[in-house]
């Protein structure tokens, strides 16, 4: 489940249109630039941060672990080899659905078979936890949707997981693992101060402690996720809106 979010909690101050300018869409500009280093350091950017909704839409399309491991990390080396980020416009979509089309291009035309003589073409394999990734695969309930349903899926769990594996080393960071340890489960489920007489007394707190502890930690949630979906659009309308499509709300 979803963290709870209106509309209104996507709204970014005016001041604040300048954070557009740097997005995953200039990553991809430094994907397609011709500096080997700025290629490469762009290509561990983005398969880290978009290696696991590519690896589920592979494996949901029958390949299997394995193959679909191979097929990730050749699909951004293939990219970035053949320049393709060089001719990606931002104005025409989500990002997410441009990685969706260039993946559709790439397995469709058979890229497999050219893994043998040029994995890579020369560009140093990023070093990802395949085993997470099918691990969180396998849990995933079957999925028949159409493709860019399906891809939508797998992007928001990962930004559903990426947002509290970054809380958490922020908690960890501050001395607090085991009050979050006690407080996560009530992130993504609607509560009412009833809820917190266990964990209360666990934590030696008041249950109204609990909840403004609980609302706080809602909150930093939330502006984690608002932060990366920020990154994949180009202006604060299109993040409203892609927040909408995300969540429903």
């Known amino acids: 489940m979803g963290p709870d979010m209106s509309p209104s909690d996507t709204h970014v101050p005016q001041g604040s249109r300048a954070a557009f300018g740097t997005t995953h869409w200039s990553v991809v500009l430094h994907a397609g630039a011709l500096d080997p280093d700025r290629r490469a350091q762009a290509l561990e950017t983005l398969c880290r941060l978009y290696w696991y909704p590519i690896y589920a839409e592979i494996r949901r399309r029958g390949h299997a672990p394995t193959s679909a491991q191979d097929l990730a990390q050749d699909f951004f080396a293939c990219l970035l080899r053949r320049n393709s980020f060089g001719a990606a416009d ?106 917190y007489q266990r964990v209360a007394a666990e934590l030696g707190w008041k249950p109204s402690t609990v909840a403004v502890a609980v609302h706080r930690l809602r909150h930093r949630y939330r502006e984690l996720i608002r932060q990366a979906v920020e990154q994949t659009v180009s202006n604060p309308e299109e993040l409203a809106e892609e927040w909408r499509h995300l969540f429903g709300r």
């Open 90 to 195: 931002s104005t025409k979509g989500r990002f997410r659905s441009y990685l969706l089309g260039a993946l559709d291009y790439f397995l469709a035309d058979a890229w497999d078979r050219e893994r043998a003589q040029r994995r890579g073409g020369g560009i140093v394999p990023i070093s990802i936890d395949a085993l997470d990734a099918e691990s969180r695969y396998e849990i995933e309930p079957v999925n028949t949707a159409r493709p860019d349903h399906a891809f939508d899926r797998h992007w928001l769990v990962y930004l559903l997981d990426n947002g509290l594996k970054q809380m958490e080393a922020e908690q960890q960071a501050a001395g607090k693992s085991q009050i979050f340890s006690c407080l996560k489960p009530f992130l993504a489920s609607e509560t009412d101060v009833g809820d």
